[in-house]
Nanobody, 122 residues
């Protein structure tokens, strides 16, 4: 399985961005797909996750501002980020887990995509 993320960039506080992550290969087993983020000197933080049936989970810091969605036909997950804040600045990683729907913490992730940088200026 390969995960390819796109959509990062530099924006002003209050702006929006949408990240995409397309899966390829043996994607039928990808039950949970989602995003984690990392800032320098810190571990990867859970952002959001979505199941194949579109159940969702969010990290406390993004609830009400970020929306995760999924297109199973395209094996793609999206993260719509609204009302961005400078503290959202991070490298965002697409991630996935086989078989079950869980909060994505690094030890549970089966597949990682390369990170995409999101920078929010005040």
């Amino acid at each position: 399985v390969q995960l390819q993320a796109s959509g990062g960039g530099s924006v002003q506080a209050g702006d929006s961005l949408r990240l995409s992550c397309a899966g390829s290969g043996r994607t039928a087993s990808l039950y949970t797909m989602g995003w984690l983020r990392q800032t320098p000197g810190k571990g990867r933080e859970f952002v959001a996750a979505i199941s194949k049936s579109s159940s969702t989970l969010y990290g406390d810091s993004v609830k009400g501002r970020f929306t995760i969605s999924r297109d199973n036909a395209k094996n793609t997950v999206y993260l719509q980020m609204n009302s961005l804040k400078p503290e959202d600045t991070a490298v965002y990683y697409c991630a996935a887990k086989d078989g079950i729907f869980v909060v994505l913490i690094p030890s549970r992730v089966d597949y990682w995509g390369k990170g995409t940088q999101v920078t929010v200026s005040s």
